[in-house]
């Protein structure tokens, strides 16, 4: 078993395709904000339904840039699960905001409506503006998404659906299907949909991330302020100082012009990062349907392991387009500690991640906060390991897992 190769829990899937559209693009004239960014971008909403997507660094400023679009800033607060990764919560801070952290379901990690009502609770009481909800579809599958909606509609808040995991899932909570990305135009405080392309996630860029969204001002400021807050055509009304150097003679803007409403980030993602997520996206569905069927193997070789180890549960309402295989592990009942398991793990070729340490847990929130009681996000933390999962592994990769796990349990 140690001499097959080793297996990591995910793994970026690099083609012969990928590497010559990435070519391409260092031959040819744009490195950066060229044909690949705006091909990527109208590629990425045609594929999750959305009217428009803004392509940016990586999904921590996405995030970012969506926070900021919506003017969350000081006094504010955010909804966010604590199981999730630090960047939704850390760019709401960045923002000036605060985070109000909400419990997750401790089976499925994922953030429901009770959840999210008791976080804006606290913080109303603590004397926060309550501006958004940040509902996280960890590990590919959707939060309550259109109950989510219909709270924050109710309640007169933003939706930033934090993505990063579920790029090609399909959320059925508003019964129909509706593609992650597609958004909730009904949430009139406005609905933004955030996706990461680090290489551990369903597509790779190698560093990227993008917005999706419909209304037109709202993902018109995305895009300022992905780029400096820069504007090349003269605002009406924005009162800008040096009326000569607007327009030409003819009324066009003059090349160097531009002006700044307000300042912006340089969030944007090269060409040569395009090209790549964007061949990449070509294959979006051969990586889902082979995630699912590695799943669905997982599923009947993990079965003998119950009750010490249990698939991830089915949420109902979505059809998930899998990014981990987060197993549920008893490991008390195992007699085990979860280091000494993932250390026989990778003892025998298989390694494993845990997603996440409860971000309410950390030293920076722990100082801001204090000790918060959310039971769900430790219980889901206590039992969570993330098995390898990825579209280049083999099916008999998945009984070599299930085989180390039920060797390193027994
Ligand atoms: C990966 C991830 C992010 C951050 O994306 P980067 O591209 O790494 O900046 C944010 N939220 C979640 C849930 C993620 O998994």
Redesign the pocket.
């Known amino acids: 078993m140690a001499s097959l190769p080793f297996l990591p829990y995910g793994r970026q899937s690099v083609e012969e395709d990928d590497i010559a559209a990435v070519a391409a693009v260092l031959r040819g004239d744009w490195l950066t904000q060229g044909p690949a960014v705006a091909g990527f971008e109208r590629a990425l909403a045609a594929r999750v339904g959305a009217a428009e997507a803004v392509a940016c660094a990586?999904?921590?400023?996405?995030?970012r840039l969506a926070y900021a679009a919506l003017c969350i800033g000081p006094g504010d607060a955010v909804v966010v699960p604590s199981n999730?990764?630090l960047?939704?919560a850390s760019a709401a801070r960045h923002a000036g905001a605060e985070v109000a952290f909400a419990d997750v379901d401790p089976d499925s990690g994922l953030m429901g409506v009770a959840e999210a009502e008791a976080a804006i609770a606290r913080a109303r009481k603590a004397g926060w503006r309550v501006r958004a909800l940040a509902p996280?579809h960890?590990a590919g599958q959707t939060a309550p998404t259109a109950a989510l909606a219909a709270l924050a509609q109710a309640e007169g808040l933003a939706l930033v659906e934090?993505a990063?995991?579920a790029i090609g899932t399909v959320d059925l909570s508003g019964g129909h299907e509706r593609p992650v990305g597609a958004g909730w135009p009904e949430v009139e405080a406005g609905s933004l949909t955030?996706f990461?392309?680090?290489p551990?996630?369903t597509i790779a860029a190698g560093?990227?991330?993008a917005v999706t969204g419909n209304d037109p001002a709202l993902m018109a400021r995305v895009r300022r302020l992905c780029n400096h807050g820069m504007m090349r055509e003269p605002q009406a009304g924005e009162g800008f100082t040096d009326p000569d150097a607007a327009l030409d003679a003819e009324g066009n803007p003059n090349p160097w012009y531009y002006e700044m409403a307000e300042p912006g980030f340089n969030h944007r993602l090269s060409d040569i990062h395009a090209a790549l997520v964007l061949s990449q996206l070509g294959r979006l569905d051969r990586f889902v349907e082979r995630r699912s069927r590695l799943m669905a193997l997982y599923a009947g070789r993990l079965a003998p392991l119950a009750p010490l180890v249990r698939p991830p549960a089915l949420v109902p309402g979505c059809r998930p387009a899998w990014h981990l295989c987060a197993a549920r592990i008893d490991f008390p009942a195992a007699g085990r500690t979860r280091s000494a398991v993932m250390a026989g793990l990778r003892a025998l070729g298989v390694g494993t991640q845990v997603h996440y340490i409860p971000v309410h847990r950390q030293p920076y929130w722990r100082r801001r906060y204090g000790d918060l009681a959310l039971p769900g996000a430790m219980s889901h933390y206590a039992h969570t390991l993330s098995l390898p999962l990825f579209p280049a592994m083999a099916d008999d990769d998945v009984d070599r897992v299930a085989a180390a796990l039920e060797r390193v349990l027994s």
């Open positions: 990586n999904g921590t400023a996405a995030l999730t990764f960047a939704t996280v960890y934090d990063c995991h955030v990461s392309f680090h551990v996630k560093e990227g991330g």
